[in-house]
C-alpha cells in the first residue's frame, strides 16, 4: 500500500449498488390479491432472485421488470402508481427513494426469517433506516474493483496506479456514475468520499485523480453488462468491474479476466429489497421476502449472484469470494452530505470526461 493510503482495504468498501442496468422488460400490469409486480436491476442479480421467487409455494404470481438504474424506477414507480409491489434499490436509491416518497416502511415483524437469518447489524443499516422505521431489507453487497486481461497485460496488477499506466492509453473503461468513479478516485488516493464534502482542498484531490485516470479511458460504462462486453471481446484491457459479474465470465471460459480489489481498497455497493409506497398488496409482499430471507434461498441466491449476503455464520464458500466482507468492515456512504453535491459533481467530472 503506497505511503498516501490512510484508510484500511475493508475501511473503504464503502457500500453502495449497483446491479445490471437493461432496458425496460416485464409486465406492467396493476397488483392483484394473486399477482405481486417486482422491480428490479436485471441482470443475474434479478435472476437469481427470480429463481427463488419462483419456487415460492404459493398461489400468488410474482412478474417482474427491470429498468436501467436508480432513475429509471422512481420515474417507473411515478408514471405507474399501483403497479408495483417489491423492489430492489441500491443505496444511492434508497437515499433517493425516501426523499421521493415511493417507498414505505417494512414492517420486519412480518418478515421473522430477516431477522433469524441476517447478521443483527446488517439490519439497521443507517441508509436502510428512517428513524425507527425500517425502509429497506439488505440483501447482498459486493465492491467495484476492477478486472484486466491476463492474456494481454504481461504483469501483475495490484493497484489502482495501473489505470495511470501510459501503457494502457486507450485500454481502459470506468464506471460512468459520478458518486461510484469518485469514491474510487478517493481511495486511490487515500480517501474516504465521506470525509469530502465541506473540504475543497480535498475535493480538489479527487477530481485532480479523476482527470489523471481519465488519460487512457477510451469509454464509460453505466451497466455491468457492457463492462463484461468489453472484457470478452478484448475492447478493454482494464475494466472498472463488479467482482460477481466477473466470476460469472470465468464460469463462461474467460479464465484469463482476473478480478481485483486493488491494494488501496475498492468501492463497495449494496442492494436492498423495499417496499413501494401505496401497494394494495402489502401482506402479500411481506409474506414473499420472507420466503426470500430463508437461509437455503439466500445461500442459493449468493451462489448465483457471486456476492456476499449477510447471514448468520457464512459458509466457507461465501467467505472465499474475492470481495467478501463482513458488515462490520463497511464504511457506508453519507447521503445525507453526498447526494446535494451529485449534480454539481457530475457537472465537473463531465468537464473532465469531455476533454
Not at 8 to 13: A, F, I, P, S
Not at 92 to 102: D, F, I, K, S, Y
Not at 331 to 336: C, K, S
Request: some cysteine; glycine content about 8%.
Amino acid at each position: 500500500m503506497s505511503s498516501k493510503d490512510t484508510t484500511t482495504r475493508r475501511g473503504v468498501l464503502a457500500a453502495i449498488g449497483t446491479g445490471a442496468t437493461i432496458s425496460i422488460a416485464g409486465c406492467l400490469s396493476g397488483g392483484s390479491d394473486e399477482e405481486l409486480n417486482f422491480l428490479g436491476f436485471g441482470g443475474n442479480t434479478q435472476e437469481a432472485i427470480m429463481n427463488v421467487f419462483e419456487e415460492w409455494d404459493s398461489d400468488i404470481t410474482v412478474d417482474e421488470t427491470s429498468a436501467a438504474g436508480t432513475a429509471e424506477m422512481i420515474s417507473l414507480i411515478e408514471q405507474n402508481p399501483g403497479t408495483f409491489d417489491v423492489i430492489t434499490f441500491n443505496d444511492t436509491g434508497m437515499a433517493r427513494a425516501q426523499e421521493e416518497g415511493v417507498i414505505e416502511p417494512v414492517d420486519v415483524a412480518e418478515i421473522p426469517n430477516y431477522q433469524e437469518n441476517m447478521d443483527d447489524e446488517a439490519q439497521t443499516l443507517e441508509y436502510n433506516m428512517d428513524g425507527d422505521d425500517t425502509m429497506g431489507l439488505l440483501l447482498e453487497h459486493g465492491a467495484t474493483g476492477y478486472a484486466y486481461n491476463t492474456e494481454l497485460v504481461d504483469e501483475e496488477l495490484t493497484s489502482w496506479d495501473a489505470i495511470l499506466d501510459p501503457a494502457y492509453e486507450g485500454d481502459v473503461s470506468l464506471i460512468d456514475r459520478t458518486i461510484d468513479r469518485l469514491s474510487n478516485s478517493a481511495i486511490a488516493e487515500g480517501i474516504n468520499i465521506n470525509d469530502a464534502p465541506g473540504d475543497n482542498d480535498m475535493i480538489d484531490q479527487i477530481f485532480d485523480r479523476a482527470e489523471e485516470e481519465h488519460q487512457n479511458v477510451f469509454s464509460y460504462w453505466s451497466d455491468g453488462a457492457t463492462s463484461i462486453q468489453y472484457l470478452r471481446e478484448e475492447n478493454g484491457l482494464i475494466v472498472e468491474a463488479w467482482g460477481g459479474r466477473v466470476l460469472a465470465l470465468q464460469d463462461d471460459g474467460y479464465d484469463h479476466i482476473e478480478y481485483v480489489v486493488p491494494e488501496e481498497g475498492a468501492m463497495g455497493w449494496a442492494d436492498n429489497f423495499a417496499i413501494v409506497e401505496g401497494t394494495e398488496n402489502r401482506e402479500e409482499a411481506h409474506e414473499l421476502l420472507d420466503y426470500a430471507y430463508e437461509r437455503e434461498n439466500l445461500l442459493e441466491m449468493s451462489d448465483h449472484m457471486n456476492y456476499t449476503i449477510q447471514v448468520e455464520d457464512p459458509p466457507d464458500e461465501m467467505m472465499e469470494l474475492p470481495d467478501y466482507a463482513h458488515v462490520s468492515d463497511l464504511d457506508f456512504r453519507n447521503w445525507d452530505d453526498l447526494l446535494p453535491l451529485e449534480d454539481e459533481w457530475t457537472e465537473r467530472l463531465e468537464t473532465i470526461k469531455a476533454n
